[in-house]
C-alpha cells in the first residue's frame, strides 16, 4: 500500500522557517517525481514544487521560488521542503503527493502550516 | 503560463442525474496533461481521471473524462449521494519550466 506521512508543520512568525517532511512507503521511491501541493483556508489546491526521481531537476511556483528548497533522500525513502522568509500567504495545508507523470496519483494527509504573529 | 477556468461554480442536482463540468484553458493543452481531481472535506484529494480520459484505479465507470485542445469535460453518469464534493481539474505545461496549473473547482451538491 501506498503510504505518505508528513510531518513538520506548525505556527511560525512571519519571516521564519520551517522544515516539511515526507516519509514514502511502499512503492518504488526512487522511480517518481514527487511533490508539495498545498491548500490555502478557503482556497483551491496549489503545486508548490516538484522533484525529479534521481533529484537533478527541482521546480518551483512563481510564488515560491527563492524561498523554498525541496529535496529528497532515497535512503530514507523520504521527502522533505525547506521553507524561508515564510509569509502570512504561505498559510496552508500541504500535501505530500507522488507523480507517475504529468497528475498526482497519491497524496499524504496533509500537514498544516500558519504563519502568524 | 497556461490558465484554467472551471464551471459552474456550483452544480446542485438529485440522485440519478447527470453532472457535466467543464474546464476551460486559456491556451492548447495536450491531452495527456490534463487531470482531474475530486477533494470531500475533511479527506484528501483523489485522482479520478488522468490523460483527459483514462479513470484511476478503483474510479467506478460512472465518473469518465473527455475534451481536446482548450475546452475539456469531467461527466457523472448517474450521481450517488457521496459524489458531493469539489472537483479540479489541473494541467501540466511548460512556462518556461515544467509547472503544474489547478483550475479553482466547482463544487457539485447531490440533494
Known amino acids: 500500500e501506498v503510504q505518505l506521512v508528513e510531518s513538520g508543520g506548525g505556527l511560525v512568525k512571519p519571516g521564519g522557517s520551517l522544515r516539511l517532511s515526507c516519509e514514502a512507503s511502499?512503492?518504488?521511491?526512487?522511480?517518481?517525481?514527487l511533490a508539495w501541493v498545498r491548500q490555502a483556508p478557503g482556497k483551491g489546491l496549489e503545486w508548490v514544487s516538484s522533484?525529479?526521481?534521481?533529484?537533478?531537476?527541482?521546480y518551483y511556483a512563481d510564488s515560491v521560488r527563492g524561498r523554498f528548497t525541496i529535496s529528497r533522500d532515497t535512503a530514507k525513502k523520504s521527502l522533505f521542503l525547506q521553507m524561508n522568509s515564510l509569509r502570512a500567504e504561505d498559510t496552508a495545508v500541504y500535501y505530500c503527493?507522488?507523480?507517475?507523470?504529468?497528475?498526482?496519483?497519491?497524496w499524504g494527509q496533509g500537514t498544516l502550516v500558519t504563519v502568524s504573529s | 503560463e497556461i490558465v484554467l477556468t472551471q464551471s459552474p461554480v456550483t452544480l446542485s442536482l438529485s440522485p440519478g442525474e447527470r453532472a457535466t463540468l467543464s474546464c476551460r484553458a486559456s491556451?492548447?493543452?495536450?491531452?495527456?496533461?490534463l487531470a482531474w481531481y475530486q477533494h470531500k472535506p475533511g479527506q484528501v484529494p483523489r485522482l479520478l481521471i488522468s490523460?483527459?480520459?483514462t479513470r484511476a484505479t478503483a474510479i467506478p465507470a460512472r465518473f469518465s473524462g473527455s475534451g481536446s485542445g482548450t475546452d475539456f469535460t469531467l461527466t457523472i453518469s448517474s450521481l450517488e449521494p457521496e459524489d458531493s464534493a469539489l472537483y479540479y481539474c489541473?494541467?501540466?505545461?511548460?512556462?518556461?519550466?515544467?509547472?503544474?496549473?489547478f483550475g479553482q473547482g466547482s463544487k457539485v451538491e447531490v440533494k
Open positions: 489541473q494541467q501540466y505545461g511548460y512556462s518556461p519550466s515544467p509547472m503544474y496549473t
Open positions: 522533484i525529479s526521481s534521481s533529484s537533478a531537476s527541482t
Open positions: 503527493v507522488r507523480s507517475p507523470g504529468w497528475s498526482f496519483d497519491y
Open positions: 490523460a483527459t480520459s
Open positions: 511502499g512503492f518504488s521511491f526512487f522511480n517518481y517525481v
Open positions: 491556451q492548447s493543452v495536450s491531452n495527456a496533461f
